[in-house]
């Protein structure tokens, strides 16, 4: 049997993890992976998450399971830090997953349940791992346009243009906040638009939010999701832990799906339920305990939303010293989109070949698609990476 195994495509951004920890060079810089560093380039274990796990460890009497959507004290916690007051609680099903690519897998599933025919449309580019799931379920894909490769912001008309030719019941993937790859997000009135095109239609939204409180603040990060959720008769939404609680290896994260009314909450619930249980079982609960009780402890949650504000502002300022140094070194204002861009990563827009170039000779390891995540930077390795950058003729 294991003969007929083929080997299967590695992940670019795995890849990329493995090539720069091999490589011996001192001086190298990761602006691969997304996964927040501070200026040491540490991957902090945040302070609320310290506090919670110590007061678990003191506090927590059993390891039994809990329920195959998990707690639904974290469903109703993630649930009000996502939506607000956006919708009725009783509309939503929710489920706990194995992080936020445990939701996005999940949702995947949820579609092919109930619509085998329906596809689903992603922004191009998207993150891979999207395209690389629905290939695997056998779900047909549709790109629509969404980076401006000359501006470097949202091709805004090439998007609609390309949505309006989903049929009824197509599924359209959306980020949240801070879009993966690029760092280019729809405003206020683009999310009302494309709400406004996707209920014409009959389209449903699924919505993936992985860095709530990366972008613009934790509320305002959550403003296209709950337009959309408050408007639009069903969604989906896939959502993360990873980043913002700073908790990546316990695998937290939460599928929720928004029905118009509590009828058709209830089978969603129990659909939720079942998928866990054919994938996994039941979810992990350590990294979804910690949070619960972040959010559910007024100091806990404060002191959590300080800390998530220092990175947000950290990652503002990098973001304006790189397009600073850009704009010294070549005059010119072209560099300009990394500090409107939002959330950990950017796209330069370049091509595949100056990324290489940029690898082989600075030791500066970026996504292929030219994806820079800003956290990887510091004050230090700012000006190192713009003339990297300019050397190098992007
Ligand atoms: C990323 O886009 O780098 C992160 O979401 C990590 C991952 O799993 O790819």
């Given at each position: 049997m294991?003969e007929?195994?083929?080997?299967?495509?590695?992940?670019?951004?795995?890849?990329l993890?493995?090539?720069?920890?091999?490589?011996?060079?001192?001086?190298?810089?990761?602006?691969?992976?997304?996964?927040?560093?501070?200026?040491?380039?540490?991957?902090?274990?945040?302070?609320?998450?310290?506090?919670?796990?110590?007061?678990?460890?003191?506090?927590?009497?059993?390891?039994?399971?809990?329920?195959?959507?998990?707690?639904?004290?974290?469903?109703?916690?993630?649930?009000?830090?996502?939506?607000?007051?956006?919708v009725e609680?009783?509309?939503?099903?929710?489920?706990?997953?194995?992080?936020?690519?445990?939701?996005?897998?999940?949702?995947?599933?949820?579609?092919?349940?109930?619509?085998?025919?329906?596809?689903?449309?992603?922004?191009?580019?998207?993150?891979?791992?999207?395209?690389?799931?629905?290939?695997?379920l056998?779900?047909?894909?549709?790109?629509?346009?969404?980076?401006?490769?000359?501006?470097?912001?949202?091709?805004?008309?090439?998007?609609?243009?390309?949505?309006k030719?989903?049929q009824?019941?197509?599924?359209?993937?959306?980020?949240?906040?801070?879009?993966?790859?690029?760092?280019?997000?729809?405003?206020?009135?683009?999310?009302?638009?494309v709400?406004?095109?996707?209920?014409?239609?009959?389209?449903?939204?699924m919505?993936?939010?992985?860095?709530?409180?990366?972008?613009?603040?934790?509320?305002?990060?959550?403003?296209?999701?709950?337009?959309?959720?408050?408007?639009?008769?069903?969604?989906?939404?896939?959502?993360?832990?990873?980043?913002?609680?700073?908790?990546?290896?316990?695998?937290?994260?939460l599928?929720?799906?928004?029905?118009?009314?509590?009828?058709?909450?209830?089978?969603?619930?129990?659909?939720?339920?079942?998928?866990?249980?054919?994938?996994?079982?039941?979810?992990?609960?350590?990294?979804?305990?910690?949070?619960?009780?972040?959010?559910?402890?007024?100091?806990?949650?404060?002191?959590?939303?300080?800390?998530?504000?220092?990175?947000?502002?950290?990652?503002?300022?990098?973001?304006?010293?790189?397009?600073d140094?850009?704009?010294?070194?070549?005059?010119?204002?072209?560099?300009?989109?990394?500090?409107?861009?939002?959330?950990?990563?950017?796209?330069?827009?370049?091509?595949?070949?100056?990324?290489?170039?940029?690898?082989?000779?600075?030791?500066i390891?970026?996504?292929g698609?030219?994806?820079?995540?800003?956290?990887?930077?510091n004050?230090?390795t700012?000006?190192?990476?713009?003339?990297?950058?300019?050397d190098?003729?992007?």
């Amino acid at each position: 049997m294991f003969e007929n195994l083929k080997s299967q495509p590695a992940d670019k951004i795995l890849m990329l993890m493995q090539a720069f920890r091999e490589d011996p060079r001192e001086n190298k810089i990761d602006l691969g992976v997304g996964v927040y560093k501070n200026a040491e380039g540490v991957t902090p274990v945040m302070r609320a998450i310290k506090a919670a796990e110590h007061k678990l460890w003191e506090e927590q009497t059993t390891k039994a399971y809990v329920g195959l959507a998990g707690d639904p004290a974290y469903s109703d916690a993630m649930i009000k830090l996502i939506l607000g007051d956006a919708v009725e609680r009783g509309n939503v099903a929710a489920a706990a997953t194995p992080g936020g690519t445990g939701a996005v897998r999940q949702a995947f599933e949820l579609i092919k349940m109930a619509n085998p025919g329906a596809r689903v449309f992603v922004s191009d580019p998207t993150w891979p791992n999207h395209v690389s799931i629905l290939n695997y379920l056998n779900i047909e894909t549709v790109v629509y346009r969404y980076f401006d490769r000359e501006t470097r912001g949202v091709n805004f008309d090439g998007m609609i243009e390309d949505l309006k030719t989903a049929q009824k019941g197509d599924v359209i993937l959306l980020h949240g906040c801070c879009h993966n790859p690029t760092g280019a997000n729809l405003n206020a009135v683009q999310w009302q638009e494309v709400i406004n095109l996707l209920n014409e239609r009959g389209l449903i939204p699924m919505i993936d939010i992985a860095y709530q409180g990366f972008g613009d603040g934790l509320e305002e990060d959550a403003l296209g999701v709950r337009l959309v959720a408050a408007n639009c008769p069903e969604t989906l939404i896939a959502a993360s832990c990873s980043k913002n609680f700073g908790i990546y290896r316990e695998r937290t994260g939460l599928l929720m799906a928004v029905a118009n009314d509590a009828g058709g909450q209830a089978l969603n619930q129990q659909t939720l339920a079942f998928l866990n249980r054919q994938n996994y079982s039941f979810p992990p609960d350590h990294g979804a305990r910690l949070v619960t009780m972040i959010l559910n402890d007024e100091a806990l949650r404060a002191d959590w939303a300080a800390e998530l504000e220092e990175t947000r502002l950290g990652m503002l300022t990098l973001r304006q010293g790189l397009a600073d140094e850009l704009q010294r070194l070549t005059g010119s204002d072209r560099f300009s989109f990394i500090a409107q861009h939002r959330g950990m990563f950017s796209l330069l827009g370049t091509t595949p070949d100056l990324v290489e170039k940029m690898r082989v000779d600075n030791g500066i390891y970026m996504v292929g698609d030219s994806r820079l995540n800003i956290a990887g930077l510091n004050a230090k390795t700012v000006p190192i990476l713009a003339q990297a950058i300019v050397d190098a003729g992007v």
